[in-house]
């Protein structure tokens, strides 16, 4: 049974496939319509060129269009951005600019590393607005468990947050790094939960570099719940019921929290699933994420 619901609400969906990872990407051809630019080079940090692919239209003559930033999940440890090409070419197709990135991994580089690489890669695009026919001002961000919780690092932290990555990325700091609406799967929004399970603290201490024990306010500092307010990014957030990874309870916080702050979005909580899922399930869940960045960046 599915229930329709609205911002401040749960969605109720049941599902009993076998899931995978991610959801199942299609296997489509590139239009004429839509052209694609890979392994653009978003910086360069610790002597790593740190690289992006991206699709846009391509004939036709809108001087500026909402852009989507598509995250990998791999437990902030693995991954690979050409997991997604097929979604960003489905997203141009639909008149969006979109781009899927690389970013570092742990534990050779640890939290905050991961989060300064995908602000770097939102300014770099602000950056290029003109070339890619961007509107600044419309951003939006979609990931993948690791990726899902980056994604919502984009649509909840500031610039006086501390996680911009100054230092290192200081060629277009004067970029804004924040999202106006994000998508998640299944991503984790509150590691300082004492719910998390033991498979994944492994997986978190490696990120983080070290136990909830010992560095419990860097665990906060690493949840997108700690700052959520007023001022930020609707969301829509995906998450089974039986993920073993990153508990349903996890998205339901971030939901509530979500609701106090007044802002727009809502929570699909799908009974049965597991830690991503394919097949028809996947199709809906696309089609409802793209409905909603329509609904959030195509507003005027």
Not at 120 to 149: C, K, M, N, T
Not at 158 to 182: F, M, N
Not at 238 to 247: A, E, I, K, R
């Amino acid at each position: 049974m599915r229930i329709s619901t609205t911002v401040f609400a749960l969605l109720i969906c049941c599902w009993t496939e076998s899931f995978a990872a991610e959801p199942v990407q299609d296997s489509e051809p590139v239009q004429d319509s839509v052209a694609l630019k890979t392994n653009v080079i978003y910086g360069t940090v610790d002597s790593i060129e740190m690289k992006m692919d991206v699709a846009f239209p391509d004939l036709d003559n809108t001087p500026s269009r909402p852009c989507v930033v598509v995250i990998h999940g791999g437990a902030w440890r693995k991954g690979d951005k050409a997991s997604h090409r097929v979604e960003i070419l489905q997203l141009a197709k639909r008149g969006y600019v979109a781009a899927t990135l690389a970013y570092r991994f742990c534990p050779q580089h640890r939290f905050p590393a991961q989060v300064h690489d995908v602000k770097q890669a939102v300014r770099f695009l602000r950056s290029q607005a003109e070339q890619f026919g961007i509107d600044p001002d419309r951003f939006g961000a979609v990931g993948y468990s690791a990726g899902a919780h980056l994604a919502m690092m984009l649509g909840v932290t500031d610039s006086d947050d501390g996680l911009e990555g100054r230092d290192i990325w200081a060629e277009t700091i004067d970029q804004p790094s924040k999202v106006q609406a994000v998508v998640s799967y299944f991503g984790p929004t509150d590691l300082t939960q004492n719910n998390i399970p033991a498979v994944s603290i492994p997986l978190v201490a490696d990120f983080i570099g070290g136990l909830k024990m010992d560095l419990g306010d860097v665990y906060a500092k690493a949840s997108p719940i700690t700052y959520v307010d007023s001022a930020d990014a609707p969301m829509l957030l995906f998450q089974g019921t039986s993920d073993p990874l990153v508990p349903y309870q996890q998205g339901i916080l971030m939901s509530e929290k979500l609701s106090k702050a007044g802002l727009d979005g809502r929570m699909e909580l799908l009974f049965g699933a597991g830690h991503g899922w394919g097949g028809d399930l996947a199709d809906e869940t696309r089609q409802e994420a793209w409905q909603f960045f329509d609904a959030q960046l195509r507003k005027n």
